[in-house]
């Protein structure tokens, strides 16, 4: 997992490469892990990206929990943020992402088209916290094999444009943000997903964190894997860590449960789960 620890000179690097980039390009997409879409964002996005135009993308909607999924779209769009849902693993949303994207810019080449300017591929370059899944999202952008087009005066040295059929050109090093460590809460959501370094939080707090919204929101994926009944779930948060680690074998030794319930959880065994819950209802859609 590409983690690195976050210090004020990492951020203002990846601030200034960000914004350098962005001068390159006609839209931005921001990719975040539709399972934390608020806690994987990273709010400087907005400030850096001026009057580009942008597409936010949920990925990994495979492994988040469907409902919630709807009611993000419905909240971001409701925003007025462009937002689609993608499966970068499985490539699944690609061609609406290529759609949308024409139709952000569509009247700009519209206007240039009036003035006997000759359509050009679109510039793209995607953003966002590290393990949102922009390096998968990248490949399947652009296939396998694909050429590189000529460099462009002005593209800072190694960054190359990859060609995605004729319309669209992609830079090939995605814009990495800093993930926002706000709160404890941020920081334990960003671990449960595994986007952040397993060293940089206590895993029995992201367990007993995990243990929380689990009972809360979904209840069965808990109880299932770990043999737990209806009463079990009447216990406090620790003593259903202690249980958990006697149910698996472990004695008393619950650091090792809690490691083992996060990798769990990252490994799909609790099923499909969102850790932000979105601020919406879903009444009338
Ligand atoms: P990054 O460039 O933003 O840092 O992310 P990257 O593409 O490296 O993806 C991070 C992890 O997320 C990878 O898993 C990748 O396979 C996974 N991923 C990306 N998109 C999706 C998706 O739509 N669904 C699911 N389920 N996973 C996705 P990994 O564990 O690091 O590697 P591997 O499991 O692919 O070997």
Redesign the pocket.
């Known amino acids: ?3 690195i620890q976050w210090y004020p000179g990492h951020m203002a690097k990846a601030k200034r490469e960000a914004i350098e980039k962005l001068k390159l390009v006609d839209v931005v997409i921001e ?1 975040v892990d539709a399972r934390i879409p608020e806690s994987s964002r990273n709010p400087i996005v907005n400030e850096i990206k001026g009057q580009k135009k942008q597409l936010m993308l949920l ?5 988040a929990d469907p409902i919630q999924t709807k009611k993000w779209m419905k909240y971001y769009q409701e925003e007025g943020i462009e937002v689609l849902t ?5 490539g ?1 949303g690609l061609n609406q992402v290529k759609a949308a994207i024409k139709a952000l810019m569509a009247e700009e080449f519209e206007k240039l088209a009036a003035k006997g300017v000759r359509p050009r591929p679109i510039r793209l370059m ?1 953003l ?12 399947r952008m652009i296939q396998k094999n694909q050429a590189e087009t000529a460099n462009r005066p002005g593209v800072t040295k190694g960054q190359r444009w990859l060609k995605i059929g004729n319309d669209f050109e992609l830079l090939d090093t ?1 814009g ?1 943000l800093w993930p926002k460590f706000d709160n404890q809460e941020i920081g334990n959501k960003l671990a449960v997903t ?1 986007a952040i370094k397993d060293s940089l939080l206590h895993m029995d707090d992201v367990a007993l964190f995990a243990i929380n919204i689990f009972r809360t929101y979904y209840t069965d994926a808990l109880r299932k894997p770990y043999g737990l009944s209806a009463t079990d779930l009447e216990l406090s948060d620790v003593d259903l860590l202690l249980l958990i680690t006697k149910k698996l074998g472990f004695k008393d030794d619950y650091e090792r449960a809690s490691e083992r319930i996060i990798f769990d959880i990252r490994a ?1 065994k609790l099923g499909r789960y969102t850790l932000d819950t979105a601020p919406i209802s879903l009444e009338g859609v």
């Open positions: 997992m590409a983690t990719l990925n990994k909607t495979d492994l993608v499966e970068a693993k499985d699944k995607v966002g916290i590290p393990n949102v899944g922009k390096s998968t999202f990248i490949n995605p990495i595994g799909g």
